[in-house]
Structure formats: structure tokens, C-alpha cells
């Protein structure tokens, strides 16, 4: 069983950076595909950012493009989401997702495993 614990969320000002983690455990092949997702108030749940943990190619929704940056550590056992300018409207739970394979990363129902969520305030 795959679980997947984040953390790091905070509140800081318009234009500032917080790094979130997601630390994942359970067998690597049940998690080679994971996700940041998270949840704006008002909006439907968003897919963020993606990574595959076996090559590390990376995939960003546009509107964090530039900004955010997903990468793993060495055991692979970590995902980190580091956030730089950030804007209100980056503003929600920021959740982690993981799973052997999926099809499409920007559909919650592709992936089975999930963590609690962790929260980014940004003010103005």
C-alpha cells in the first residue's frame, strides 16, 4: 500500500516562496507517477504539477508554468513542489498524488493514492 504524507504549507505574502513536500512510501512501482494537485477555493480540483519519478520529466499546468518547480530527492522517496512568486491566487490544499500509472495526470480519478493535503495562504 502506497501512502503519501504532505507537508510545508504555510502562509506568506504576495511574491513570496514556500517549498511543500510530499513524502511517499510503500512500493516504488505503485508510485512511478506523481502529482500535485490542489484544491482553489471556488475552483474544482487542479491538477498543478507532475513528475515521473523513473526519469524525472516534469509537466506544469500553464498557469504555474515559470514559477513552480516540482523535483524528487536522490531515493525518490520525496516529492517537492518549490513555489516562487506566488499570487493569491495560488491560494487553496495543496494535495498529493501517486500511482503506478495513469493516463491523463490532470484526473484525480487516475491516480489511487492520496495524502491529507497541506495548506498555502498567500495574501496580498
Known amino acids: 500500500q502506497v501512502q503519501v504524507v504532505e507537508s510545508g504549507g504555510g502562509s506568506v505574502q504576495a511574491g513570496g516562496t514556500l517549498k511543500i513536500s510530499c513524502a511517499a512510501s510503500g512500493p516504488t512501482y505503485s508510485r512511478r507517477f506523481m502529482a500535485w494537485f490542489r484544491q482553489t477555493p471556488g475552483q474544482e480540483r487542479e491538477g498543478v504539477a507532475h513528475i515521473f519519478t523513473g526519469g524525472g520529466v516534469a509537466y506544469y499546468a500553464d498557469s504555474v508554468k515559470g514559477r513552480f518547480t516540482v523535483s524528487l530527492d536522490n531515493a525518490r522517496n520525496t516529492m517537492y513542489l518549490q513555489m516562487n512568486s506566488l499570487k493569491p491566487e495560488d491560494t487553496g490544499m495543496y494535495y498529493c498524488?501517486?500511482?503506478?500509472?495513469?493516463?491523463?495526470?490532470?484526473?484525480?480519478?487516475?491516480?489511487?493514492?492520496w495524502g491529507q493535503g497541506t495548506q498555502v495562504t498567500v495574501s496580498s
Open positions: 498524488a501517486a500511482d503506478g500509472l495513469v493516463k491523463n495526470w490532470r484526473d484525480e480519478s487516475d491516480f489511487r493514492y
